[in-house]
């Protein structure tokens, strides 16, 4: 545990790994880049997921696309280790990713922590859920918010000596008809949580030194996916799963078309409509195999792969 402190506090004095220049796209919207001359790939993952999540979050909420929205992000971390980012969007919430310098891919709060871990943030956020519905007079039903706020800790921010978890899911109804608030966010120390890190987490975390970060892979879905879709260039990001939803955005780059999509995720399948065709994916960490159908109709078959 002591060795944790000490990795985490060298990672706070270390100067900014990546360097954020401001660059217009298009008319209406300024977006924060990152920039490293020596990890040039690496910054364009991390760019490109993070355009296309929040677009998929400026489009949901109707913002005009004639008028401007500047996207402002806080950067809790920024080492040769991980990045951390919170955006907020238009619907004045926040949201939160952390991203492997090495790769520029997303890491997921299942590849920091242990099974074990998991466990553990789930029972902890439940009786914290728990005792907030008790403070506000509200009646906790077992079931249903139980399932839903142990489903709900992905939306989490990783700060120098702190792990953070926003759940927003669980909104229930009362017998009045009154939405109560969501559970609040959720505060612990990494070093009471060191006990509970996975390999990956030791390694973004400097307690240990292999394997070297280029060598770790993301257990999670979420992401981005590169690859053609009838002969064009598209991009594919997955947000973490959500229960048994999955959310997302495909933008194609040669049209610059954004397609914002959520669907059922079950056994790795999902199925996006798009007015008269659709497509329909199986999805793993590593790679998408899917479909364009029109109907019962196969159109065409393509593959896309994480960078």
């Not at 355009?51 to 992000?73: H, M, P």
């Not at 918010?145 to 792990?163: G, H, N, R």
Request: proline share 5%; aromatic share 10%.
């Amino acid at each position: 545990m002591l060795f944790l402190i000490w990795a985490i506090q060298a990672i706070a004095q270390r100067k900014d790994y990546f360097s954020i220049r401001q660059v217009a796209l298009g008319n209406a919207h300024d977006y924060p880049e990152f920039y490293h001359k020596r990890a040039k790939k690496t910054a364009k993952n991390i760019n490109e997921y993070l355009q296309l999540a929040v677009s998929k979050r400026i489009i949901e909420a109707g913002v005009d696309s004639s008028g401007a929205y500047n996207l402002v992000y806080t950067i809790p971390v920024n080492s040769q280790r991980i990045l951390s980012v919170s955006c907020p969007t238009p619907q004045d919430t926040a949201r939160h990713f952390l991203f492997n310098a090495a790769t520029g891919a997303l890491i997921s709060i299942q590849d920091i922590f242990t099974p074990n871990g998991i466990a553990y943030l789930k029972r902890q956020m439940l009786r914290r859920y728990q005792e907030q519905l008790k403070n506000n007079g509200q009646e906790y039903k077992q079931k249903s918010q139980e399932k839903c706020i142990k489903a709900d800790i992905q939306e989490f921010q990783l700060t120098t000596d702190s792990l953070i978890i926003f759940p927003g899911y669980c909104y229930t109804i009362d017998t009045s008809g009154k939405m109560p608030a969501p559970p609040q966010k959720a505060g612990f120390p990494l070093a009471f949580l060191s006990q509970y890190l996975s390999e990956y987490g030791k390694v973004i975390l400097g307690v240990n030194k292999k394997p070297k970060l280029k060598k770790l892979h993301s257990i999670s879905v979420a992401g981005l996916y590169r690859g053609k879709i009838d002969a064009e260039d598209v991009l594919l990001q997955l947000n973490a799963p959500i229960e048994q939803s999955l959310s997302g955005t495909l933008y194609f780059i040669k049209s610059q078309k954004s397609i914002p999509f959520i669907g059922s995720f079950k056994n790795n399948q999902l199925d996006i409509p798009n007015r008269t065709e659709r497509l329909s994916l199986s999805i793993y960490p590593g790679a998408i195999s899917g479909q364009r159908k029109a109907g019962n109709k196969i159109l065409s078959n393509f593959t896309l792969n994480r960078p």
